[in-house]
T-cell receptor
Framework: DAKTTQPNSMESNEEEPVHLPCNHS???????IHWYRQLPSQGPEYVIH???SNVNNRMASLAIAEDRKSSTLILHRATLRDAAVYYC??????????????FGKGTLLTVNP | KAGVTQTPRYLIKTRGQQVTLSCSPI?????VSWYQQTPGQGLQFLFE???????NKGNFPGRFSGRQFSNSRSEMNVSTLELGDSALYLC?????????????FGPGTRLTVT
């Protein structure tokens, strides 16, 4: 499985933007980049995913490097509710069976009031 | 719509016993996946069921098994419990199987083996 590397932890202030980086230098052409987050005492929740182009949804934006070896999850205005562990996951879309979610250690985001 | 529900939420068992955990997916969802979360190993995929068939399997011993019913509800069974099986077991449902479907997770079942 292609692997991702994320910082162990990051800190942000409330109402400021947060940029969460993810390196995936061994990404293959059929891997999509997915982000999930896990709030304290809850199961993970889907945030966003993309392939090559930058993506936006109501929760966040995903900026993908041109060579696809890295990406950045952007929270435009962090709130206390955004404090969570953020997971960057590569998901194989080649049509085989190896599309399961493989979670790494993730980045623990702390949001200060 | 109601979310994914898991029962029980907490469970204490003794080594050597067996346990069955239950998961009810979001209405209309036909795929159910199971994960184990521990402080040491993090979140690890156990298996996925779709239309009562196992579609994907992680690297866990045969003591871990599952099944899915015609109403898409799923159960996971662990036999001959070991101390290392203490973990949060998470169930996730999706409307289809494959990488294009986002997964919706339940709150988990906290299993403690003594």
């Amino acid at each position: 499985d292609a692997k991702t590397t994320q910082p162990n932890s990051m800190e942000s202030n409330e109402e400021e933007p947060v940029h969460l980086p993810c390196n995936h230098s061994t990404i293959s052409g059929t891997d999509y980049i997915h982000w999930y987050r896990q709030l304290p005492s809850q199961g993970p929740e889907y945030v966003i995913h993309g392939l090559t182009s930058n993506v936006n949804n109501r929760m966040a934006s995903l900026a993908i490097a041109e060579d696809r070896k890295s990406s950045t999850l952007i929270l435009h205005r962090a709130t206390l509710r955004d404090a969570a562990v953020y997971y960057c996951i590569l998901r194989d879309h080649s049509g085989g069976s190896n599309y399961k979610l493989t979670f790494g250690k993730g980045t623990l985001l702390t949001v200060n009031p | 719509k109601a979310g994914v529900t898991q029962t029980p939420r907490y469970l204490i068992k003794t080594r050597g016993q067996q346990v069955t955990l239950s998961c009810s997916p979001i209405s209309g969802h036909r795929s159910v996946s199971w994960y184990q979360q521990t402080p040491g190993q993090g979140l690890q995929f156990l298996f996925e069921y779709f239309s009562e068939t196992q579609r994907n399997k992680g690297n866990f011993p045969g003591r871990f098994s599952g099944r899915q019913f015609s109403n898409s509800r799923s159960e996971m069974n662990v036999s001959t419990l070991e101390l290392g099986d203490s973990a949060l077991y998470l169930c996730a449902s999706s409307s289809g199987t494959g990488p294009f479907y986002e997964q919706y997770f339940g709150p988990g079942t906290r299993l403690t083996v003594t």
